[in-house]
């Protein structure tokens, strides 16, 4: 079994920052993607950011510019660092990795972290 576990949420004033943190631990052979979705009152999961085995990463085009997803291969953890956050990136943030295991490659999610950001 494998799994995610997410920390560094909270609440910040519009423009500060925050870093979530998730850590995979468990079965791994090895992480093919991993990255944060988010998910606001009423509205459908959305892609935040991704970074794949090769080190490519992709960006939700809202966040372009202010987060910025790494990630330690030998930990097996990313860090999505927020700066210059807005109202509007309130959401629960949750961590996903597709994991190659023996039987092939199996998606996890995290439990979830909630971010607020409010004056």
């Known amino acids: 079994q494998v799994q995610l576990v997410e920390s560094g949420g909270g609440l910040v004033q519009p423009g500060g920052s925050l870093r979530l943190t998730c850590a995979a631990s468990?079965?791994?052979?090895?992480?093919?993607?991993m990255g944060w979705y988010r998910q606001a009152p009423g509205k459908q999961r959305e892609l935040v950011a991704v970074?794949?085995?090769?080190?490519?990463?992709n960006y939700a085009d809202s966040v372009k510019g202010r987060f910025t997803l790494s990630r330690d291969n030998a930990k097996n953890m990313v860090y999505l660092q927020m700066n210059s956050l807005k109202p509007e990136d309130t959401a629960v943030y949750y961590c996903?990795?597709?994991?190659?295991?023996?039987?092939?490659?199996?998606?996890?999610w995290g439990q979830g972290t909630q971010v607020t950001v409010s004056s």
């Open positions: 996903n990795a597709g994991v190659l295991r023996r039987v092939g490659v199996v998606e996890y």
């Open positions: 468990g079965s791994i052979i090895s992480i093919e993607a």
């Open positions: 970074i794949f085995g090769g080190g490519n990463t």
